[in-house]
């Protein structure tokens, strides 16, 4: 069993910048960022796989980074720009052995608990 814990959220005025923190208990192979609002899906935000793979949804690029972090368990998910819109629960998601390029809930084994960003002026 994989464990994850997000922090990193917080309240910010629109145009503001906010950065995620995921650490697992092992290293994880795959990790991403999702989010989801009341009453919406949730969405894939960004994915990572080794040290430097990268996928994010079109319309999250450039305001959105994500990365491993200082440790090798560690993800970071810098998010730049935020709008009124990216208002939701962020949620980090593992996978310990596969590499996993997709942004589909079902694509991923473990999950944390989520942080919720609010952006509002």
């Known amino acids: 069993q994989v464990m994850l814990v997000e922090t990193g959220g917080g309240s910010v005025q629109p145009g503001g910048s906010l950065r995620l923190s995921c650490v697992a208990s092992?290293?994880?192979?795959?990790m991403a960022w999702f989010r989801q609002s009341p009453g919406k899906k949730r969405e894939g935000v960004a994915a990572l796989v080794g040290e430097s793979g990268t996928l994010y949804p079109n319309y999250l690029m450039p305001r959105f980074a994500i990365s491993r972090g200082n440790a090798t368990n560690e993800m970071i998910l810098q998010m730049n720009n935020l709008k009124p819109e990216d208002t939701a629960m962020y949620y980090c998601a593992a996978n310990e052995d596969r590499a996993s390029y997709s942004l589909r809930t079902d694509s991923w084994s473990y999950w944390g608990q989520g942080t919720q960003v609010t952006v509002s002026s």
């Open positions: 092992v290293f994880c192979r795959s």
